[in-house]
């Protein structure tokens, strides 16, 4: 069996934020040929998806809270098949504000995959010549935002005796690339001519070798152990994932095992297509961002009716984020505008002011529907970038955490969650795709 090569790289200090770095390094690998395979060390959703638009690959999603370790490493050998260089990105919790503390653990995953792990420590955010706290997973230090020699010299010299791990090297300035970078609006991948930059400028090629030897300096004795059950069809579903600039985000681990469980799985697209695919039993709604498309979906008269047949005759709907805010009636943004949507459910989405990291919560159903029995336990991310007013009774409220209201709703047969779920982690929701049971009807 080849060796795989795989790396984990998250950031150490509150604050800061190694997108720059992992684009870089994803970037570089593939310039020099390897097929890069990026993870999320959380099942969430990155604000810019730079590992779909630097190797083609969507990324995919670990997560120490939402999976068994038997789980997480079938879901990791999968999603490596394939690719030459596994990449898993996330924050070590030294990085993590108390609000985030809960959810999956970076270092937990790197304990769980046998997987080298390279802490990030931006220059420009150390303090006092004081050093963050030394991750307990930790095999190697790179260096952001550090330009001057004798700077440089410095931090590795302290960092290598107080640590105990080697520096591996620093990460290019290039100013106009940073700013670039920065500039993506939240939901926008970059440019291929940022990437190719990233690729050929950022991460000198010395520093490419070290990482390269470290991603391959061991391999996992877990690998030659790992299970691939067999995973029994159900009885055919077709599902219609509506998928396109406006929405895109979904867990592609969940929609590999929608296919393996015997669903049938097509895509449309609300901004161009005037019907839904025909005979469906599920549509789905990934999140997205309608308000940057507001104009041709509030135009798609025919889909938006189309929708509403669908959920009037008892069809089964779930809806994300971006996705339930565009079923609605109207999104209201930041700045008090209001943007007319497909009128489908009761409900009226608006953006917060400041986006809020994603945040683990746990919840549980309070009314029966196809999604679940009362009592029935949900778990994911909340964003904090969408809330959901309901604009009458018919909209029912079925799971909030006591700090907000309308986490996950229910409209006749339709479910809107601004909580992202991964139900290919969660075996009860993904059954209950396929057999909703007497839930099945109107709530």
Request: aromatic share 8%; charged share 20%.
């Amino acid at each position: 069996m080849q060796r795989l090569a795989r790396a984990a790289i998250g950031t150490v200090q509150p604050g800061a934020d190694a997108t720059f770095v992992s684009w870089a390094l994803m970037a570089a690998f593939e310039k020099a040929g390897l097929r890069v395979q990026s993870f999320a060390a959380r099942a969430c959703f990155f604000p810019h998806d730079g590992g779909a638009a630097i190797t083609g690959q969507a990324t995919r999603h670990l997560d120490t809270w939402l999976l068994e370790p038997s789980a997480c490493r079938l879901l990791f050998d999968r999603g490596c098949s394939g690719s030459d260089f596994a990449l898993v990105q996330g924050r070590f919790d030294a990085a993590l504000s108390h609000a985030e503390e809960m959810g999956g653990k970076l270092a937990t995953l790197c304990e769980w995959l046998d997987m080298p792990s390279i802490a990030v420590i931006d220059g420009c955010l150390l303090r006092d010549c004081q050093l963050p706290d030394r991750p307990s997973q930790v095999d190697a230090v790179l260096i952001d935002g550090t330009q001057c020699c004798s700077e440089r010299c410095r931090l590795q010299t302290c960092l290598e005796a107080l640590w105990g791990v080697p520096v591996l090297g620093f990460v290019e300035d290039l100013p106009r690339l940073r700013a670039e970078v920065a500039r993506l609006t939240i939901g926008t991948a970059p440019s291929r001519a940022l990437c190719e930059a990233l690729g050929a400028q950022a991460i000198p090629s010395n520093v490419l070798a070290k990482i390269e030897a470290l991603a391959t300096s061991r391999e996992p004795s877990w690998r030659s152990m790992t299970d691939v059950p067999e995973i029994p069809s159900q009885r055919p579903l077709r599902v219609a994932m509506a998928y396109d600039d406006a929405f895109h985000c979904y867990f592609p681990d969940a929609m590999d095992q929608l296919e393996l469980l015997g669903a049938e799985v097509m895509d449309f697209s609300p901004l161009r297509d005037d019907r839904l695919p025909p005979d469906i039993g599920l549509v789905l709604f990934g999140c997205g961002h309608p308000e940057q498309f507001y104009h041709p979906l509030a135009e798609n008269c025919c889909l938006a009716s189309a929708l509403k047949k669908h959920v009037e005759s008892g069809g089964r709907l779930y809806a994300e984020g971006g996705g339930l805010a565009y079923l609605g009636q109207s999104i209201r943004l930041a700045n008090g505008q209001q943007l007319p949507m497909s009128g489908v459910l009761p409900i009226e989405a608006s953006i917060e002011a400041e986006m809020q990291p994603p945040r683990a919560v746990e919840l549980e159903l309070t009314r029966e529907c196809w999604l679940g029995e009362i009592g029935s336990v949900v778990r994911g991310y909340r964003t904090g970038f969408w809330k959901i007013k309901p604009l009458d009774s018919s909209a029912r409220c079925i799971a909030d955490d006591a700090a907000t209201d309308f986490d996950v709703l229910a409209y006749q047969n339709a479910v809107g969650s601004r909580v992202h779920v991964n139900f290919a982690m969660q075996a009860p929701l993904m059954n209950r795709v396929f057999d909703p049971g007497p839930a099945g009807m109107h709530v």
